[in-house]
């Protein structure tokens, strides 16, 4: 069983940064691919980013592409997310999530991830 905790969430002014960490324990990590969800009060819980188990390749919701960057470090057994020029809707709930492995693609369908963390709140003020 995958145990996935996140970390960095916080209070932050609208075009500032942060950055998430999500550490997996409990299972061998370069088995899963890895993605980052948000879910705002009274939305769905959707797609932020996404990296594949190797690092190799990375996909983003148009919404966040050129502002925030996916990483994984496998030696640490983490993922994180790096999140640039901040904007009041990227306020939400961030989740950590670990699908299959595969090779050259990152799936955007929360039903394709397994394992998921309990979440981090990033508030983003005007």
């Known amino acids: 069983q995958l145990q996935l905790v996140e970390s960095g969430g916080e209070l932050v002014q609208a075009g500032g940064s942060l950055r998430l960490s999500c550490a997996a324990s409990?299972?061998?990590?370069?088995?899963?691919?890895m993605g980052w969800f948000r879910q705002a009060p009274g939305n769905e819980r959707v797609f932020v980013a996404g990296?594949?188990?190797?690092?190799?390749?990375?996909k983003y919701a148009e919404s966040v592409k050129g502002r925030f960057t996916i990483s994984r470090d496998n030696a640490k057994n983490s993922v994180y997310l790096q999140m640039n020029s901040l904007k009041p809707e990227d306020t939400a709930a961030y989740y950590c999530?670990?699908?299959?492995?595969?090779?050259?693609?990152?799936?955007?369908?929360?039903?394709?991830?397994?394992?998921w963390g309990q979440g981090t709140q990033v508030t983003v003020s005007q």
């Open positions: 990296i594949t188990f190797n690092g190799h390749n990375t």
């Open positions: 409990g299972h061998t990590f370069t088995a899963f691919n």
């Open positions: 999530a670990a699908g299959p492995r595969a090779y050259g693609v990152v799936t955007i369908r929360n039903v394709n991830y397994n394992y």
